[in-house]
Nanobody, 122 residues
């Protein structure tokens, strides 16, 4: 069992930066691939980025490539999402998720955090 808690969301102007953090409790954090998804009002939950168990592999949705960076610190049970050059269309609730295998679909992931709101103003 893995419990996930996100933090770091907030209100930022377009062009600004935020860093989201997700702390995992439970055993064997390093046995899980981790990902960030986001959900805008009235829309589905969309893949943003994922990182493999050892951090050797990272995947990003095209719309955030070059702007967002996912990373993890296994000894600290932490995963991060550094978001730069934010755009208004990045506004959403951002969720941290864990899975046995890395993937881009929500149903790949077994464990989810409660989400953190990111609002980008123009």
């Amino acid at each position: 069992q893995v419990q996930l808690v996100e933090s770091g969301g907030g209100l930022v102007q377009a062009g600004g930066s935020l860093r989201l953090s997700c702390v995992a409790s439970g055993r064997s954090f390093s046995n899980y691939a981790m990902a960030w998804f986001r959900q805008a009002p009235g829309k589905g939950r969309d893949f943003v980025a994922a990182i493999s168990k050892s951090a050797l592999q990272t995947n990003y949705v095209d719309s955030v490539k070059g702007r967002f960076t996912i990373s993890r610190d296994n000894p600290k049970n932490m995963v991060y999402l550094q978001m730069n050059s934010l755009k208004t269309e990045d506004t959403a609730v951002y969720y941290c998720a864990a899975a046995v295998v890395i993937g881009g679909l929500p149903n790949t992931y077994n464990y989810w955090g409660q989400g953190t709101q990111v609002t980008v103003s123009s």
